[in-house]
């Protein structure tokens, strides 16, 4: 097994060169010297992204090595998108999700969740998918479904010892395990920080056009999909597909209670980290009106660093006490890599924009598109060709690369490029069907509860469901909420 993945991974490599050679020297789309080098290196990045040939944010430094080397821009100009405002909102987001982990703020609010809603087969998952999507919110997917998987297995234990026969344990434990995935993925499109590809979408937006796209904005239109795909889980799980037809039970009730207990009340220090959370949010979601006042003038990455900032200020314990809440030693479970990999792809965008490619792009997409003129049937197609690239493509790689694409075509036809790529990019992260389609899929099928159809016949109907509203979100809300985006 080891021998063929290095051979598949030495393949992938060569696979990129290649690409990048051939781009080069061949010129297929007979483009100029800058052109054809752009496109040879957005080639070698996009090939070793999509079979991740080497770690992800390796492959975003390649614009600080070749495009000074090729001409395309220079180091400095270069090196200014791995510095990009947008990055340091993730930054921000990143740390007080630390903080919330660090001080088991989490678990707290995860088993509470999941005692109120009851502790019959139906309501677990309920209280799973509740508490799971609220988390993802703010943390990382990622981190979200790891730590809900010991309590997801520790729940599905105690519920097969004490169960006596009684409902379908099998498929309480698989509906369990595809909710703390898929609930995470649904879950994080509702904030802009709620997971990658909404950053890198963002960032494109405000470098490309010029425009932010606020925090709270975006929670107007994508909170709802999210709330109605977590609406829409439930009732597959356990109306649909996987029904238990488990009671509530008196053992699970004690466990969660135990669970509750043994955290105790909360303390100082969760209070302080709840504190600072909940007033991040707030100034999130109310910038608009403070600004409007006048006295200050905030914008998401500010607040995000403000926040985070009052995390390493504040103290984790009496005033006098050294420590603080998140101290710089904590930073090293910071995923950097993502950072990093917003940088490279906002380098990657800026230089295909510069060599005219993707204009030209969105020109010729654009003459493919029919009569539909921007309307529900394009909309559509994106999200639906979106949704089942992303079930074989890193989401983030794959909103990083279709980002310039789906601006081109919104430019070259005239209309809003938010209808567009809105759509992709939230689509991007709700792929359901196959485990390597995002990390928290991963996650959960190696639970050992899950096998690979329930997965895909699974997914497949959320996958649809996901294009319907995503779909009618983009062109029925945005653009009743943002106005029209343009050079």
């Given at each position: ?115 109120i809603t009851g502790t019959s087969g139906d309501r677990i998952v309920l209280g ?14 990622t981190a979200t479904t790891m730590m809900m998987f010991p309590i997801a297995t ?183 890599g993502i950072l990093y990999l917003f940088g490279g792809g906002i380098a990657l ?139």
């Amino acid at each position: 097994m080891t021998k063929t993945k290095d051979f598949l991974n030495l393949g992938a490599l060569l696979a990129g060169v290649f690409s990048f050679l051939f781009m080069l020297w061949v010129n297929p789309f007979d483009l100029d010297k800058l052109g054809s080098a752009t496109l040879a290196v957005a080639a070698l990045m996009v090939v070793w992204w999509v079979s991740e040939a080497l770690p992800m944010a390796v492959v975003a430094f390649l614009p600080l090595i070749l495009f000074p080397l090729l001409g395309i821009n220079s180091l400095k100009a270069t090196a200014v998108s791995y510095g990009d405002s947008i990055i340091f909102l993730f930054m921000g987001g990143f740390m007080i999700g630390l903080a919330i982990e660090k001080w088991n703020l989490h678990t707290r609010i995860a088993l509470n969740i999941i005692r109120i809603t009851g502790t019959s087969g139906d309501r677990i998952v309920l209280g799973f998918i509740l508490s799971t999507g609220f988390l993802s919110m703010w943390l990382s997917n990622t981190a979200t479904t790891m730590m809900m998987f010991p309590i997801a297995t520790s729940i599905i234990h105690v519920v097969s010892e004490n169960r006596q026969g009684h409902g379908n344990i099998k498929n309480f434990s698989l509906a369990v395990m595809l909710a703390i995935a898929y609930a995470s993925n649904f879950g994080g499109i509702a904030t802009i920080i709620g997971t990658p590809p909404n950053v890198a979408f963002v960032s494109f937006i405000k470098e490309k056009y010029d425009y932010s796209i606020g925090f709270a904005d975006w929670m107007i239109i994508c909170a709802p999909i999210a709330l109605l795909l977590l609406i829409s889980l439930y009732i597959v799980l356990t109306k649909w597909l996987y029904p238990n037809r488990m009671k509530k039970d008196l053992a699970t009730r004690e466990l969660i209670r135990a669970k509750i207990e043994q955290l105790g009340p909360l303390k100082p220090t969760e209070k302080r980290v709840l504190i600072i959370f909940v007033s991040t949010a707030f100034l999130w979601m109310f910038k608009d009106l403070i600004n409007a006042i006048g006295w200050i003038t905030l914008d998401d990455t500010i607040i995000a660093m403000l926040g985070a900032l009052a995390l390493f200020i504040c103290p984790a314990g009496s005033i006098k006490d050294s420590h603080r809440i998140l101290e710089w030693s904590d930073t090293s479970r910071m995923a950097w890599g993502i950072l990093y990999l917003f940088g490279g792809g906002i380098a990657l965008a800026g230089a295909l924009e510069k060599a005219g490619l993707i204009e030209r792009m969105g020109s010729w997409i654009a003459g493919m598109s029919g009569a539909d003129g921007g309307g529900i049937m394009l909309i559509f197609a994106v999200a639906l060709l979106s949704i089942f690239i992303s079930e074989m493509m890193s989401n983030i790689a794959q909103v990083i690369v279709f980002s310039p694409v789906m601006a081109g075509i919104a430019d070259a036809m005239g209309i809003n490029p938010l209808l567009l790529g809105l759509p992709m990019a939230l689509a991007a992260s709700c792929a359901s069907m196959m485990p390597m389609g995002t990390p928290p899929n991963a996650i959960a099928f190696a639970s050992g509860h899950i096998k690979m159809g329930q997965m895909v016949k699974t997914g497949f109907v959320m996958n649809i469901i996901s294009i319907v509203l995503i779909t009618l979100f983009s062109y029925y809300v945005v653009p009743l909420l943002i106005p029209t985006v343009s050079n």
